[in-house]
C-alpha cells in the first residue's frame, strides 16, 4: 500500500486551494460581466439600482433581501439570476426599495401634517419630501400628495383643543392614556393645542346633517337612519350650534367624534 507522505498531502491540499480561488474568481468575473449585460439588455437603467454589492462569505440572497428592505426576486431580477445561489466576491446590483413601492394619491385634509401623514402611512417625512419632490415642509388643504399603499395602522388623528388632556382624549375615545402615549412617542402626560394626535383603532364613517348642541359635551345629528347623539370635545359644541343644517362626514370612535369635514 502506497502511503501518502505529509509534504505531499499538503501540497495536494494547497493546490486544491489554488484551484478552487481560480474557479471563484472565473465565476465571479463571468456574474459581473452577466450583470453589465444585463444592464446593457436592459437599457442601462443602472439609474433604477441604488447599490452595487460584492458578495461576502455567509451573504444569501435572502439575508440581503431583508437588510435592503427588497425581496428575493426583486434582486433576481434586477441581477437576471436563474437561481438563488449567490458566490462571494459576486457583484450585485440592490435595487433601490422606492422604486418598488406602490404609491397612491391622497388628498390633504385640514389638520394633516407631514409628520402625522409619515406615522399614519409608516413612512418618514424625508421620504415624503423625496417622493412628491418637495423643499419645503409646509402643506396646504385640498392638495394631493403621494403616499406608500398598503398601511397596515389602523386608526384616525385628532387635533387638540383647549381644554383637553392626554386622560381626557384616551377616556373619551376608549383608549388607554398609556397606549395613546405610546402611539404617538410623548415622553411626558402632556398635549398641545393644535397638536395632532394618532387614536389608534377603527373608527367609523357617517354622513350626516348637524342639528345642534345637546348640551356642553355633545352634539345631536341625523342620517338616513334617524337622530343620534355624539361626544364633543369640551368647548367645541358652539361651533357645531353655528352650523346647524349643514352636511357633514363624521368620523367618529366609542360614540364621540373625532373629525368632520
Known sequence: MTTISTKRKQRIAEARKKK?????????????????????????????????????????LY??????EVTVEQLMEANILSSDKIYIGQKLLVPDRKQHKEYNPYTIKNGDTLY???KKYETTVEEIMHTNERTSYEIKTGETLSLPAGST????????????????IAHRYGVKAEELSRENGLK??????GQN???????????????????????????????FVLKVPYGTYGDYQNKSGQLVTLIHKNGAVISTY
Open 20 to 60: 478552487a480561488k481560480a474557479r471563484n474568481k472565473k465565476i465571479a468575473a463571468a456574474t459581473a460581466a452577466g450583470t453589465i449585460t444585463a444592464l446593457l439588455l436592459a437599457g442601462g437603467k443602472a439609474g433604477a439600482c441604488s447599490t452595487e454589492y460584492t458578495v461576502k462569505k455567509n451573504d444569501t
Open 153 to 168: 395602522q389602523i386608526g384616525e388623528y385628532y387635533t387638540v383643543v383647549p381644554g383637553d388632556t392626554l386622560w381626557g
Open 188 to 193: 411626558m402626560d402632556m398635549v398641545l393645542i
Open 63 to 68: 439575508s440581503l433581501a431583508k437588510k435592503y
Open 197 to 227: 394626535l394618532f387614536i389608534p383603532g377603527k373608527a367609523e364613517v357617517t354622513e350626516a346633517v348637524i342639528i345642534g348642541a345637546d348640551d356642553s359635551f355633545s352634539v345631536e345629528f341625523k342620517d338616513q337612519n334617524g337622530e
Open 116 to 118: 402625522s401623514l409619515a
